[in-house]
C-alpha cells in the first residue's frame, strides 16, 4: 500500500488504551468506536497545535472564538486492521487539507508501527451567528502549516 499513512507524517500522536466497553463479541473494537476515536485525536491535535503556538492551553479545543466553530460535513473510515481489548493504540492526527471554508483531517489509527484504520473527516468552518460556511482564517491556516511535518494542500 503505497498510500499508506506513515506515522512520520504526524506530529500528534496520542496514545490510548482500548477498554472493555469498545469492543464486540468477537474482541474487537466495535467499527463505530473508531469515529470516537478520530474526535478524541482531532481534540488531542488541537491541543497539541494549541501549546506549540504558544497560546496558553485554557482556550481549548476552538481556537477561532466565540464567533466561529467547526462541524462536520463528511466522515470516511478505511478499516485495515483490527484493535483488541487492553490493545495500546495510537491515534496520529494531521490536517490534510484546506479548502475556502473547510478543512480535512486525517487519523491514522496505529498498534505500534501496524496501520488499523484511517479516519478522515471533513470540517465546515462557520460562524456562529448565521450557521453559515465561513472562510478559514489565513493565521490559522498558516498556524497548521508550522506545525504539520507534511505541508496541508491549499495553504
Not at 15 to 43: S, W
Not at 73 to 102: M, N, T, Y
Request: charged content about 25%; some cysteine; glycine content about 6%.
Amino acid at each position: 500500500m503505497s498510500d499508506a499513512p506513515i506515522r512520520a507524517h504526524y506530529r500528534s500522536i496520542a496514545p490510548k488504551r482500548v477498554h472493555y466497553h469498545e469492543v464486540d463479541m468477537q474482541n474487537i473494537v466495535f467499527n463505530a468506536n473508531y469515529l470516537m476515536y478520530a474526535d478524541v485525536g482531532i481534540t488531542e491535535y488541537f491541543r497539541a497545535l494549541n501549546l506549540a503556538s504558544g497560546k496558553p492551553e485554557s482556550t481549548g479545543f476552538n481556537l477561532f472564538g466565540p464567533d466561529h466553530d467547526m462541524m462536520v460535513r463528511h466522515a470516511d473510515v478505511d478499516f485495515r486492521g483490527s484493535a483488541v481489548a487492553d490493545d495500546i493504540i495510537d491515534l496520529a492526527v494531521r490536517i490534510k487539507r484546506f479548502g475556502s471554508s473547510s478543512l480535512t483531517s486525517e487519523c491514522a489509527i496505529f498498534r505500534g508501527e501496524e496501520l488499523l484504520t484511517v479516519v478522515t473527516i471533513s470540517y465546515v468552518h462557520f460562524a456562529m451567528a448565521t450557521r453559515r460556511p465561513a472562510p478559514v482564517p489565513q493565521w490559522f491556516k498558516d498556524m497548521v502549516a508550522a506545525f504539520e511535518p507534511v505541508r496541508p494542500e491549499g495553504v
